[in-house]
Structure formats: structure tokens, C-alpha cells
């Protein structure tokens, strides 16, 4: 079992940045994509972007404003994140689709923990 680790949240105030770090720790074959989703209170979890291929795909509430990059060598995605909105306010995962063992036939996807960020005055 694969437990990515999140790093990076906090308080901000409005226009403010963040940059959140992700890892996905010990010996992994492949990582086909990697993503950050976030999930606000009472609400559903929504996708805020991905990246695959050397691409990266943004939710249109984020465009502009928000930075995937990611480390293949080290197996690591960041989330940078510029000009913060107060409904930007969730607890932001990361997830991965990867294969730990080169038999793997499919790519399985694992989750972090969640880090909270909080945009308020």
C-alpha cells in the first residue's frame, strides 16, 4: 500500500500564494499521472488539476492562478498557487495513478491525507 504524503497548507490571506508538495514515497515502477483535487465543507470532492505527459490540465476556477509541476525523478508533484481566494478555502489531496511493480497490468490510484488551506483576512 502506497500513502502519498502532503506537505504545504496553511493560513493565507486573500492574494496571497501557497505551494503544496506531494510525495509518493518508497520503491514505485511507474507513475502515469499525477493530480490535486480539493474538497470544501459540505461540499463534493472537485478536481483542481492534473498532469500527464509533461502536460497539465486545470479545473477553469484555478486557471491562470494555479501551477502543477512535478518531479519524475524524485516522484513528486507540486501545486503552486497564486493570487488565493477565500473560496479557494478546502483541504487539498494529491493522488497518483501508479504501478508499484513492473507486472502490474493496470496503474491503481492512491490517495494523501489531505492538507488544509485557508484563505481569510
Known amino acids: 500500500q502506497v500513502q502519498l504524503v502532503e506537505s504545504g497548507g496553511g493560513l493565507v490571506q486573500p492574494g496571497g500564494s501557497l505551494r503544496l508538495s506531494c510525495a509518493a514515497p518508497?520503491?514505485?515502477?511507474?507513475?502515469?499521472?499525477m493530480g490535486w483535487y480539493r474538497q470544501a465543507p459540505g461540499k463534493q470532492r472537485e478536481l483542481v488539476g492534473i498532469?500527464?505527459?509533461?502536460?497539465?490540465n486545470y479545473a477553469d476556477s484555478v486557471k491562470g492562478r494555479f501551477t502543477i509541476s512535478r518531479d519524475n525523478a524524485k516522484n513528486m508533484v507540486y501545486l503552486q498557487m497564486n493570487d488565493l481566494k477565500p473560496a479557494d478555502t478546502a483541504v487539498y489531496y494529491c493522488?497518483?495513478?501508479?504501478?508499484?511493480?513492473?507486472?502490474?497490468?493496470?496503474?491503481?490510484?492512491?490517495w494523501g491525507q489531505g492538507t488544509q488551506v485557508t484563505v481569510s483576512s
Open positions: 493522488n497518483a495513478d501508479l504501478k508499484l511493480y513492473a507486472t502490474d497490468r493496470t496503474s491503481y490510484r492512491y
Open positions: 518508497g520503491r514505485i515502477f511507474s507513475i502515469d499521472v
Open positions: 498532469t500527464r505527459d509533461g502536460g497539465a
